[in-house]
Structure formats: C-alpha cells, structure tokens
C-alpha cells in the first residue's frame, strides 16, 4: 500500500520557521519526484517546492526560493521541506506528492503526473 504521510505543520508567527516532513513508503522511493505543493482558501494549488530522487535536481517557485529548502533522506524514505523566514502568504495546506519522471512542479501541466498524494498539513503564519 502507497503512503505518503505529510507533517510538521502548524501556527507560526511571522518570521518563523517550520519543517514539513514527507514519510514515503509503498514505492521506490529513488525512482520518484518528491513534490511540495500548497492550497490556501480561494486560490488554486501551486507547486511551492520539487526534488527528484534520482538526480537530485531541485525546483523552488520564485515566492519561496532563498527562504525554502528541500532535502531528501532516501534512508528514511522521508523529504523535507525547511521553510524559513515565513510570511503570512505562506499560509495553506500543504501538500507533499510522488511521481515518475518527468512529474515536476513548475507548471500545473505537471501536476497530473503525480501517481500519489498526501493528506496535507495546515501551515498557518500569522502576521
């Protein structure tokens, strides 16, 4: 059974910092893409942060690069996403997501190539 099991969020003030972890287990972990991606109320989901297992390569969507950073665990089957220097727009549900490649996250044409989703986790920054 796929499981793909998202936490670490929570309620943060401004400026704080929170690290969401992705616990993997079902598939081969090195053979897929690891995608962070968010929801907030009224918005459309967005790609916030990607690594690729078997290349290491790693994407960051512009609002988030230098404050965001992604790693990958292959002993733990777990990815993570350090999110630092938060901002009250920071605030959704966030979501972690595995796919073949070539499943990326810097376009919504990509989303579909995602074999599997987590249940997500509220982040909630407060200004």
């Known amino acids: 059974e796929v499981q793909l099991q998202a936490s670490g969020g929570g309620l943060v003030q401004a400026g704080g910092s929170l690290r969401l972890s992705c616990a993997a287990s079902g598939f081969t972990f090195d053979d897929y893409t690891i995608g962070w991606f968010r929801q907030a109320p009224g918005k459309e989901r967005e790609g916030v942060s990607c690594?690729?297992?078997?290349?290491?390569?790693?994407y960051y969507e512009d609002s988030v690069r230098g404050r965001f950073t992604i790693s990958s665990d292959s002993a733990k089957n777990t990815v993570y996403l350090q999110m630092n220097s938060l901002k009250a727009e920071d605030t959704a549900v966030y979501y972690c997501?595995?796919?073949?490649?070539?499943?990326?996250?810097?376009?919504?044409?990509?989303?579909?190539?995602?074999?599997?989703w987590g249940q997500g986790t509220q982040v909630t920054v407060s200004s």
């Open positions: 690594i690729s297992n078997s290349d290491g390569s790693r």
């Open positions: 997501a595995a796919g073949p490649p070539p499943a990326w996250c810097s376009g919504s044409y990509y989303y579909p190539m995602y074999d599997y």
